[in-house]
Nanobody
């Protein structure tokens, strides 16, 4: 059974930073494409960032590009999301997700999800 557990969320003022962590257990972490998604109140789940297995190529949503950084540590079976210059519109529940498919280009391609961690940015 694959388990993902997000941590690191909280309340921060605009302009501040947070680092989210998501350790993965139950299946070989280095074989997984990893992604971060978020869902704000009253909105659908949206893509934030992803990192591939192997060469660790990254991709970001336009809204976070240049402010957020996704990374992975295969020795620790953990994916991270460093969030800088936070804005009130970044307020959401953040989810990490894992995909063992050949490609992971959308939320539909991710088979395993964490329970989420709340990030609240005050103005």
């Amino acid at each position: 059974q694959v388990q993902l557990v997000e941590s690191g969320g909280g309340l921060v003022q605009a302009g501040g930073s947070l680092r989210l962590s998501c350790p993965v257990s139950g299946r070989t972490f280095s074989s997984a494409h990893m992604g971060w998604f978020r869902q704000a109140p009253g909105k659908g789940r949206e893509f934030v960032a992803s990192i591939t297995r192997g060469d660790a190529r990254t991709r970001y949503a336009d809204s976070v590009n240049g402010r957020f950084t996704i990374s992975r540590d295969n020795a620790k079976n953990t994916v991270y999301l460093q969030m800088n210059s936070l804005k009130p519109e970044d307020t959401a529940v953040y989810y990490c997700a894992a995909s063992y498919r050949l490609y992971a280009t959308s939320a539909r391609d991710y088979d395993y999800w964490g329970q989420g961690t709340q990030v609240t940015v005050s103005s």
